[in-house]
């Protein structure tokens, strides 16, 4: 399976973007879904989750309150909007697979096996 995220680019303080994330198989539908983000010299975070069936979602605290993570499962696709941005959240946005019909949306990397190229987002103040 191929992740392919976009979406991302330039934009001031407070704006909004929404990235989007499309998986190449048909299978999507049953694998809990994440968004990570890896600011330069920094690890690679986790950003929001959602479960398989979209009824579960998880967020970082630094996140909660302006971002949506949301999925399609007819359209094969991820979604991460994001409201409210601020200069810290620059980073580079990766879409990835998780586990297959979870129990629970999962926040670490190694919980998530499929990664998409990631896409740039920059927010300037």
């Known amino acids: 399976v191929q992740l392919q995220a976009s979406g991302g680019g330039l934009v001031q303080a407070g704006g909004s973007l929404r990235l989007s994330c499309v998986a190449s198989?048909?299978?999507?539908?049953?694998?809990?879904m994440g968004w990570f983000r890896q600011a330069p010299g920094k690890e690679r975070d986790f950003v929001a989750g959602i479960s398989w069936s979209g009824g579960s979602t998880n967020y970082a605290d630094s996140v909660k309150g302006r971002f949506t993570i949301s999925r399609d499962n007819a359209k094969d696709t991820l979604y991460l909007q994001m409201n409210s941005l601020k200069p810290e959240d620059t980073a580079v946005y990766y879409c990835?697979?998780?586990?297959?019909?979870?129990?629970?949306?999962?926040?670490?990397?190694?919980?998530?096996?499929?990664w998409g190229q990631g896409t740039l987002v920059t927010v300037s103040s």
């Open positions: 990835a697979r998780g586990l297959l019909y979870g129990t629970e949306v999962h926040t670490t990397t190694h919980d998530y096996g499929v």
């Open positions: 198989e048909r299978t999507f539908s049953s694998y809990d």
